[in-house]
């Protein structure tokens, strides 16, 4: 007996192959030279990326997560390889990866209705946060434009204290959403919009420091990205502000999300939140994808950006990276005290 009813099975297997559609379209105009480079230390060749996505899939959905059937695991694990050395390695050509991607997802379509459904979603998710860190590395190289919408909305509005849930229950949501707690905050008050480019300038000429991508053809009424934590929480506080935790983030956008623009779509939103488990976390389906990254190095981002797709840029999801780190899609939402 199949795990999986047939509506299940085909909604999975729609979302599979969306996925890669959106992979490949990212790539597509793309020469080889593009594709083995290494544009930056923070960021993998492309091709990295791409054979890295087909042996996440062949190890979780055709290994059960187990390294030693996996084929060219100590090229493509994440933690065995630092990003700034994959330029080094004697990676899988452009046409062997996508081949890898080809024969890793027959195999997958084939043994589709005995799998965990859990396990399939966090293929999909992964694959896509891949198509983000690629965008990432295309933008910085010059090599695609950002879509950034225009800032439209103004002012900020109070979220009222009391409970609210933080978290979720959601069938796509990772370990590090649960388990979903009551979570008790005082009131506060939370810009409904984003920092535009202009606003950002007025900071940069009174001696703040630039984000990584920075020159007068900015448009003035779009959101700025590329900012580091640093230069947000610098940001928030030079104007007599601050960052929202990543609870209140959550409660305002939950229960007053429709007065908050651009929640999703537009830039990821720094939270002065060190990333850590949930109380009564339990790491699934294995320990590296959120736990190694617990204990106060790294800050949370909420929100998603112009590139997110919208599987991940849910309400609930929680997004980090090293508080310097600003190649990300990075922006600021302010918020202060009620
Ligand atoms: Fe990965």
């Not at 979302?15 to 020469?31: F, V, Y």
């Not at 996505?53 to 084929?71: C, I």
């Not at 010059?142 to 900020?156: F, K, M, N, Q």
């Not at 508080?323 to 939402?333: A, D, K």
Request: charged share 25%.
């Amino acid at each position: 007996m199949s795990l999986l009813g047939s509506a299940a099975q085909s909604e999975l297997a729609f979302e599979l192959e969306r996925t890669r559609g959106r992979t490949e379209e990212l790539l597509e105009s793309l020469s080889d030279e593009q594709l083995t480079r290494q544009f930056s230390p923070l960021q993998s060749p492309l091709v990295w990326d791409l054979a890295h996505v087909a042996h996440f899939e062949e190890l979780w959905l055709l290994h059960g997560g187990d390294r030693r059937r996996s084929e060219h695991v100590e090229l493509y694990d994440a933690f065995a390889n630092p990003r700034s050395e994959r330029g080094r390695l004697r990676l899988l050509t452009p046409d062997e990866a996508r081949d890898y991607l080809r024969r890793v997802r027959e195999a997958v379509l084939d043994v589709l209705p005995d799998l965990d459904p859990f396990l399939v979603r966090t293929v999909v998710q992964h694959e896509l946060q891949h198509g983000e860190t690629m965008a990432q590395t295309l933008v910085l190289a010059g090599l695609l434009d950002a879509e950034l919408p225009e800032v439209t909305a103004s002012g900020d509005i109070v979220v009222r204290a009391g409970a609210f849930t933080l978290g979720s229950t959601d069938e796509w949501a990772y370990d590090n959403e649960r388990p979903a707690h009551i979570v008790e905050l005082p009131a506060f008050r939370i810009d409904r919009a984003l920092v535009t480019n202009a606003e950002y300038a007025e900071f940069v000429d009174a001696g703040g420091a630039p984000p990584l991508v920075w020159h007068d053809g900015l448009p003035a009424r779009q959101p700025v990205q590329h900012v580091s934590f640093h230069e947000a929480e610098a940001y928030a506080r030079w104007r007599g502000k601050r960052l929202p935790s990543e609870a209140e983030w959550e409660k305002a956008v939950k229960t007053l999300g429709a007065e908050l623009e651009h929640t999703r779509g537009a830039v990821w939103q720094w939270t002065r939140t060190a990333f850590h488990g949930y109380p009564g976390f339990v790491a699934f389906p294995y320990r590296e994808y959120s736990e190694p990254f617990f204990g106060g190095d790294y800050m949370v981002l909420r929100g998603g950006s112009w590139i997110t797709d919208p599987v991940v840029s849910r309400t609930t999801f929680r997004n980090w990276d090293l508080p310097q780190r600003r190649q990300i899609f990075s922006g600021i939402r302010c918020a202060s005290d009620g």
